[in-house]
C-alpha cells in the first residue's frame, strides 16, 4: 500500500531501528528491529513501513518474535519487484524503519477452543506467527500434543530449522515437528504439498496423530493457494470447519489486511 505521507496518521507509527539482518539463500532474509510498539498478543502481525521517493510503502508482516522480547523479527523475502520487500532487503544495520504500534490478527490461541491436538500448518516465511506462540509457550499447556509442519521447496529454505528442533527438545515430546518439501526428496521429510499431504494421509502417518474433528484444531497460514485447498480438503475429507464470527470450530487461518 503506497500512500502520501500527508495521509498517514504517523502517531500510529513508532520509529524503530535495524539491530540485525539475516540473509539466506532464494532471496530469503529476517530483520531484528529495536521499537516501541503496543502490546501484541503471540501469533499476530503488524506492518512495516519506509518512505520511498515520497510514498510511504506499507505491508502487513508477523511476528517471529514472543510478546516478552526486547527486539522485533520479522522473516520475509524479497520479490525483487518493485515494492516493499526490495527496499527492506536493502536495509542495514542502524537504518530506521517505520513499525505501526498496533498489532492484529486471527492465529492467536484466545480464539481456539479446548482440543487434544493443535495442528499449525505453514508455508515460507508464515513460519513466523507459529515460532511466536511456541516461543512464548503461554496458552499450550492445555493441549495434549501440537504438531507443527512447515513446507518450503527446498530444504535449504529451512532457515529456522535449528529454532525448530530446539523448540521439539524443550517441549519434551508434547511438540511434533514436520518439514515438508515440494522440489527434492530429502531423508526424515515428507514430500509435495499440504493438501495433497492430508489428502493421502502422508502427513497423519508421520507424524502418528490423527486429523478429526473431535480432538483437532488446525491452524493455517502461508501461500493463499495452500491456505484455500487445504481447507478444502479438511472440509470435505475430514469433516473439519472453518470458525467464523459466530461459531467456534476447527479451522483458523490468516488473513492480513
Partial sequence: MNNSLKEINMKSWSIGKITEKNSWENFLFSLSIEASVDPFIAGQFTKLALLVNGK?????????NPPNSKNLEFYLVNTQSIGLSKELFNLKIGDAIYVRKKSIG???????PDRKVLWMLSTGTAIGPFLSILRFKNGLERFNKIVLVHAVRYSKDLNYLSLMKQLEKEYSGKLILCTVVSREKVQDMLFGRIPYLIQNGNLENFTEVNLDPKDSHVMICGNPEMIKDTIKILEKEKNLKK????FINHITFEQYW
Fill in 56 to 64: 510511504f510503502i506499507q505491508k502487513p508482516y508477523s511476528y517471529v
Fill in 243 to 246: 470458525c467464523s464470527n459466530e
Fill in 106 to 112: 486471527n492465529l492467536t490461541l484466545q480464539k481456539i
